[in-house]
């Protein structure tokens, strides 16, 4: 039997006051995160809580960035990204879950979508533009990429002043929708708007359109995925540097406030490389495509520097 040990009042309180600093020690930081997710509150952020659901917006057709996978699956640079941000939202608010919903968008009802609060956070090469902030938010840039046309290899097309009475499409509300209508006159040619940029393509493709203007990112992986990659070319001059982002609610600064948080850590070490590896230097899918793009100076600064500056 062990010898009983016994403690002055003085030792017992001592003793007790320990304790109850250790466990105090141990509690905090527990305590300072329930406190911190307390403390973020907003309209997007309320609901997530609430209901332990976010809503991400995907392309069907905007490969690498979003895009439907072989499996009918949300897919790309851009949708990794937001489930990063999805991650950190789980975290930040301290659930258990998180279930992700998918809502498939163009770049026509994207903003109607993030205002009327159907999508969260909308997982796509949107381009940050000064008009477009008017209305939604967008977050630090994840990529920069340049507006120019895709043609085809034997059409001669090789500039704007090569396309007078040809007819040129692009995707409704999208950053080549401004570019196009801007140049109609000046180079009199046809201009035709199609729904997204899979439709956009078969224009192209079926020889209903001459050209197609959007990012040069876009229509490189849209001449990957076509039947003779070779048949198509990306010619004409950059008529804008665009900033390509995530885009979200303006009424809910704390949730900006995540997501870029999220994105500038995902810059900042290893992983950012990986993903550009994965989804532009390395075949995609069962086809193998392959759109063997390293990234840029300006997309290495993007990622440097997270900034969610515009530049037009």
Same mark, same amino acid.
């Given at each position: ?17 320990? %304790? ?29 809580? @609430? ?8 392309? @069907?057709? &905007? ?67 000064? @008009? ?80 197609? %203007? ?30 390509? &982002? ?51 100076? @300006? ?14």
């Amino acid at each position: 039997m062990l010898p009983a040990v016994r403690l002055s009042a003085r030792s017992l309180r001592a003793l007790l006051g320990a %304790v109850g600093l250790l466990t105090g020690i141990a509690l905090a930081p527990a305590a300072a995160h329930a406190q911190q997710a307390a403390e973020l509150h907003g309209p997007v952020l309320d609901k997530i809580r @609430e209901t332990g659901t976010i809503v991400l917006g995907y392309r @069907e057709s &905007a490969l690498p960035f979003s895009f439907a996978d072989n499996r009918a699956q949300p897919a790309g640079y851009a949708v990794d990204l937001c489930l990063r941000a999805a991650h950190a939202a789980k975290e930040a608010l301290g659930l258990k879950d998180i279930k992700v919903r998918w809502m498939p968008l163009t770049p026509q009802n994207r903003i109607p979508a993030v205002n009327n609060g159907l999508v969260d956070l909308d997982c796509a090469p949107n381009t940050n533009t000064l @008009e477009r902030q008017k209305q939604v938010a967008f977050s630090v840039s994840h990529y920069v990429s340049t507006v120019r046309m895709l043609v085809r290899a034997d059409s001669g097309i090789r500039s704007f002043e090569d396309l007078r009475n040809k007819t040129v499409v692009t995707s409704a509300g999208s950053t080549g929708d401004r570019h196009v209508r801007r140049l109609k006159s000046q180079h009199g040619f046809n201009d035709v708007y199609a729904k997204d940029h899979g439709e956009s393509f078969l224009l192209l493709e079926t020889g209903r359109a001459q050209a197609f %203007v959007m990012d040069d990112v876009l229509l490189a992986g849209l001449r990957a995925r076509a039947k003779n990659p070779a048949d198509f070319v990306i010619v004409g001059p950059a008529l804008s540097v665009e900033q390509n &982002a995530l885009m979200m609610s303006k009424a809910d600064p704390a949730w900006k406030q995540l997501v870029d948080r999220t994105l500038a850590k995902v810059y900042s070490g290893p992983d950012i490389l990986a993903l550009q590896k994965r989804w532009f230097q390395q075949p995609i899918g069962e086809r193998g495509i392959n759109l063997a793009l390293a990234p840029s100076s @300006e997309v290495r600064e993007a990622w440097k520097h997270p900034s969610d500056a515009v530049t037009e």
